[in-house]
């Protein structure tokens, strides 16, 4: 986020100081003691909250005048409300944000570039670096990777067993619905366009082209993505419910519940399935007709930003990277099973499926286009599942999203 506003009168500002959202200084020189610093974050409930805390606690122990203050906004809320709170002086120092939303940030003057950017980029992985790169320069700091794998309940599937291709998938899933009423072969999130992004990546097909910042076209309406969505309609037969019946909450339970063998979902649903007492692995994606390595996924970099109205960015930016130290990596694990955006070692059994999908995983493009691609790619993977034209949809889709 980019420089706040400048006060009119510095009493007025300095009448306002107790009122904002942003860390304000409380000491100074003549004190002799270090500046008292507060620091707001915004971040998101359900775990990321906890992390916040206790790595805040943590940081003030070795810098007793920085205070972290949490502030709940959640993640898919914060590029909006940044661009209303940062100017008006009652925003966050850093605030959590999908790297998806990196060029709206950067392109609306919301967020600051990365400080020490090469070291960061040296010590995070690849794909967390790549994510947060907009016109060669470096913004935020990640603080988790993400990307989605075939989770398979092992009462019905064993390691052996799980499918390879989306077409044994297809063969298996209806040969287990055959034989088992009432259970599901396989469910996912027919109407999400991050998962149905699969199925228009056959041979190296991406999302606004290879570098991901193409605008000439959106590249879901041309012949390898309309013969990947085309495949994507016929697995209804195999899970005959309509898209409206298939959101992520309704997946997630009919997996949780043991009433589905296989599920498409990411390592948030760990802790969730581990505490439903599911004896159950993770996998890499299926290949797609045609293809022999595992389907492409997005990946994900959750980061941490700092505003750019923040009174306090070297501080902000000196906890971000703390946030991203091994010992809070592993902390954040812990708390919300994400993965860690830097290489260490954790407790997991489940990672390692996660990790072999990463190498077939390709960022989200941050450009601002993907505002419109998330409803556009959704509505379109809907209505193909329910059995519209695929063409037609994904020439609908193309031209929402480009605007042409």
């Not at 809320?77 to 944000?97: E, R, T």
């Not at 890499?284 to 389907?295: I, T, V």
């Not at 691609?373 to 993977?381: D, K």
């Not at 209505?383 to 193309?398: F, H, P, S």
Request: some cysteine; charged content about 20%; overall charge negative.
């Amino acid at each position: 986020m980019k420089k706040g506003f400048i006060a009119a009168s510095a009493v007025v500002a300095a009448g306002l100081m107790a009122f904002t959202g942003c860390a304000k200084k409380e000491g100074g020189a003549k004190s002799g003691k270090a500046e008292k610093v507060t620091l707001t974050v915004w971040e998101s409930l359900s775990g990321p909250d906890e992390f916040i805390k206790r790595a805040g606690a943590k940081y003030t122990e070795t810098h007793p005048n920085v205070e972290i203050k949490f502030v709940n906004v959640e993640l898919g809320d914060s590029s909006g409300q940044i661009a209303l709170d940062g100017p008006a002086g009652v925003g966050p120092d850093l605030f959590a944000a999908p790297h998806d939303k990196l060029g709206e940030l950067v392109n609306g003057g919301h967020v600051a570039p990365t400080e020490n950017a090469a070291k960061v980029a040296d010590e995070v992985l690849g794909a967390c670096s790549a994510a947060l790169t907009y016109d060669g320069k470096m913004y935020g700091y990640p603080v988790s990777a993400e990307t989605y794998a075939l989770f398979y309940n092992k009462a019905f599937v064993s390691e052996n067993d799980v499918p390879k291709t989306w077409e044994d998938l297809l063969a298996w899933t209806k040969e287990f619905n055959k034989n088992n009423p009432g259970k599901r072969g396989f469910v996912m999130d027919v109407g999400n366009a991050y998962y149905t992004i699969v199925f228009t990546t056959a041979n190296g097909n991406r999302l606004f082209g290879s570098s991901g910042t193409d605008t000439s076209s959106s590249y879901l309406n041309d012949a390898d993505a309309v013969k990947g969505m085309k495949f994507f309609q016929e697995l209804r037969p195999a899970l005959n419910v309509p898209s409206a019946d298939l959101q992520t909450g309704t997946c997630d339970a009919s997996f949780q519940g043991g009433e589905a063998a296989m599920h498409i979902t990411g390592p948030w649903n760990i802790k969730n399935f581990v505490d439903a007492g599911l004896d159950f692995g993770v996998a890499p994606l299926p290949a797609l007709p045609g293809d022999s390595s595992p389907a492409s996924s997005f990946s994900g970099t959750r980061a941490m930003f700092v505003s750019s109205y923040s009174d306090h960015p070297e501080e902000a930016a000196d906890f971000a990277q703390f946030l991203i130290s091994p010992e809070m990596q592993k902390l954040r694990f812990d708390i919300t099973g994400a993965m860690p955006s830097i290489s260490v070692e954790v407790a997991s059994k489940y990672i390692a499926g996660f990790l072999q999908q990463l190498d077939y995983a390709f960022p989200m493009p941050s450009i601002p286009e993907m505002a419109t691609f998330w409803e556009a790619m959704g509505n379109a993977s809907k209505n193909i599942w329910d059995g519209a034209d695929v063409q037609k949809e994904l020439n609908a889709c193309d031209a929402a999203i480009i605007g042409k």
